[in-house]
């Protein structure tokens, strides 16, 4: 799971009305080289959770010196969304799992895959 | 790349081992998914450095097809363990590092569960010819709210004036990108034919 995939996921477990962020518990991370694109990033950073982002990462452990705040003028800005770059698509969380932060309920990752769905009595 | 080239890397992809019927698994054909991704890919430009899903991957043809054409980044949805294992085979046999996986239930999400996160859809959906009825609608449906630029989807002809009204309902555009005919080999024990043709519709569907 890609910290860009988490930064769109929510709980919605019933009733539970803040679902997002949800808190992720890693047991397992790895990080890989994947090939920059500095349009794509570019494109991305508008539709993002920023501070969520930041949360993620420096739960992690991966936050390294990206801001705690948006940089204006990012898009031309390469060393900036190098550093986002990073933290999107190369960190990801292979074993462990995410907590909603409102009902405590784990949803489990596995080999990379988070599993969002809900027991019958959870819909 | 060319089509063909996409086609014969798409062949390596490995397909369900045990199809589960309730589920409507049938495995896209390299030839279709090729023919597809390389249409969005070359008439729309809806591939290559887009933020794209592929709802209902079962074993990720589509993705890695996705994947190979150089999505920024495409994510596979899927409710199935078994399906999901076979993609993450897939896609590591690939070494693709431009994909990545959710493993939910489509016609369960809420209705803003990920809209307009993704630039493009592609799917193959479910048909709903297995006690789903319905299904192919619900996951255009959550498709359409889940994409910015357009969604691309197989459906069967014989539902497209029914699909077309629905578009107009929700004020989005269809176009019939191409006719093409599905060939889907016996795959279940009651399939008695040795291989059958379903006529299909490419459908793209945008909001402008």
């Known amino acids: ?123 | 790349m060319k089509l063909k080239e996409l086609e014969s890397c798409l062949q390596q992809v490995d397909a369900f081992e045990e199809p589960k019927i309730l589920l409507e698994q049938y495995p896209t054909s390299p030839h279709i998914a090729a023919c597809m991704l390389y249409t969005i890919h070359n008439t729309f430009d809806d591939i290559e450095g887009k933020l794209v899903a592929d709802l209902g991957c079962g074993c990720g043809v589509l993705s890695i097809g996705a994947a190979m054409l150089d999505a920024g980044l495409c994510v596979g949805f899927d409710i199935d363990d078994d399906a999901l294992e076979i993609f993450k085979r897939n896609s590591e046999e690939f070494e693709l590092t431009n994909i990545d996986l959710i493993q939910c239930d489509m016609c369960s999400l809420r209705s803003h569960a990920y809209a307009k996160k993704f630039d493009t859809v592609i799917m193959n959906p479910p048909f709903g010819t297995k006690h789903n009825q319905g299904m192919d609608m619900q996951f255009l449906r959550t498709a359409l709210t889940m994409a910015t630029t357009a969604v691309y989807s197989l459906h069967k002809t014989s539902t497209r004036g029914h699909i077309q009204k629905k578009a107009n309902d929700w004020g989005v555009k269809m176009e019939v990108i191409a006719e093409l005919r599905y060939d889907l080999p016996a795959s279940y024990k009651f399939h008695k034919k040795k291989s059958v043709d379903i006529k299909v519709d490419f459908l793209r569907f945008s909001t402008t």
């Open chain 1, 1 to 123: 799971m890609k910290l860009l995939t988490h930064n769109m996921l929510t709980s919605h477990v019933k009733g539970v009305t803040k679902g997002y962020p949800l808190l992720i518990k890693a047991t397992e991370v790895k990080v890989s080289e994947v090939e920059f694109n500095p349009n794509f990033v570019s494109r991305m950073i508008p539709k993002l959770e920023w501070s969520a982002l930041v949360q993620a990462a420096d739960g992690l452990g991966h936050l390294q010196d990206l801001p705690a705040e948006l940089v204006t003028d990012y898009e031309k800005n390469e060393e900036f969304l190098r550093k986002v770059h990073r933290v999107l698509l190369e960190v990801e969380v292979l074993e462990g799992c995410l907590q909603c932060p409102e009902s405590g309920r784990e949803f489990p990752i596995s080999r990379g895959v988070p599993n969002m769905l809900l027991n019958e009595d959870e819909a």
